[in-house]
């Protein structure tokens, strides 16, 4: 009979300990400043143009220090006036604190040359969710002749009655330029003055758009 070998032993492979490092040997979080709005463009300045119709340069003229000051200073965004193109020009600094000053700066000018006055359209520089809508009476509805001269009197009213009471309902602000309506103010506010002023347009008598203004006004009150 062959005789039966014991079983090989096996090598065990010793492991040092090693000692974990306490908390405080750990080396210090590195603190980061946050980027300023060039840094974030890889350094390269950023534009905005936007264009002076006719009628808004003579305003623009008179308004020029009321919009230059509040961009300047206080947004941090370079603003000159090309006098060969009509066109305001706009671009960041490297202190410019943050990229979107830019764009609420190219609103603001833009709601001015739409029509609505400095005080009204400075608030887009401050507040976050104020937007501008535009459309024309056609988007509604076709009208031609003295017919789109009556739609036209509806919205304004006598003496702009109807249009100030619609503004101060909803506490929004709007523009009727000829066949063209701009409206400022927050979403909800625009889409219940739009309402209002497109029930004005298909021709309910303004009684009646103040009625359903004044629920529909009361309802936003309780909403808030």
């Known amino acids: 009979m062959q005789s039966i070998e014991a079983p090989l032993s096996m090598d065990v492979e010793v492991v040092p300990f090693e000692p974990k490092p306490e908390s405080g040997s750990l080396p210090a979080k590195p603190l980061f400043e946050p980027l300023k709005a060039h840094e974030m463009s890889d350094g390269r300045v950023q534009f905005r143009k936007v264009n002076v119709p006719p009628h808004r340069y003579s305003p623009l003229k008179k308004s020029w220090m009321e919009i230059y000051t509040p961009i300047y200073e206080q947004m941090k965004i370079d603003i000159r006036m090309n006098l060969k193109v009509r066109r305001v020009e706009l671009k960041t600094r490297p202190n410019t604190p943050d990229v979107s000053n830019l764009q609420k700066c190219a609103d603001f000018v833009h709601a001015f040359m739409l029509g609505f006055d400095v005080i009204d359209a400075i608030a887009l520089l401050r507040l976050d969710e104020l937007y501008v809508e535009s459309f024309e009476i056609k988007d509604v509805k076709t009208l031609r002749g003295e017919h789109l001269s009556r739609a036209i009197g509806r919205l304004s009213g006598k003496g702009g009655k109807t249009k100030f009471a619609i503004e101060n309902a909803t506490k929004t602000r709007i523009v009727i330029a000829d066949t063209k309506i701009h409206i400022l103010g927050s979403y909800r506010n625009i889409r219940v003055a739009r309402d209002s002023l497109c029930s ?3 021709g309910s008598p303004a009684g009646k ?14 909403g808030f």
């Open 209 to 222: 758009v103040y009625s359903k203004l004044r629920t529909v006004s009361a309802r936003l009150a309780e």
């Open 200 to 202: 004005l347009i298909l």
